[in-house]
């Protein structure tokens, strides 16, 4: 795998940061508790994948459904956010 310039780092940093924001804002998760949970790209597409799922206008049971169905996809955000939820208990 290539390494990334100075300005890659930099950019791939700064979307982190936009991204982490973004869930805040939406959460009730900080931005560095964001950025702590979901470090890599594939986290980050785990939550979104995740968020998609739970925000689609349909019946909770139709979601429980989907969510297991995608079990693979979304099942390393669903840890990250129950571990957390559990140790702020």
């Known amino acids: 795998m290539a390494k990334k310039t100075k300005i ?3 950019a791939s940093e700064k ?36 968020f998609k799922i739970i925000n689609e206008d349909i019946d909770d049971k139709l979601k429980k459904i989907k969510l297991v169905k995608n079990i693979e996809k979304v099942g390393g955000a669903i840890l990250k956010i129950g571990k957390k939820l559990i140790a702020t208990v």
Do not use: H, Y
Request: zero cysteines; hydrophobic letters at 30%; glycine letters at 2%.
């Open 8 to 10: 890659g780092k930099k």
């Open 15 to 50: 979307t982190k940061e936009e991204f982490a924001d973004e869930i805040s804002s939406l959460t009730i998760l900080t931005s560095k508790e964001v950025q702590k949970l979901f470090p890599k790209e594939t986290d980050r597409e785990e939550l979104e994948e995740f």
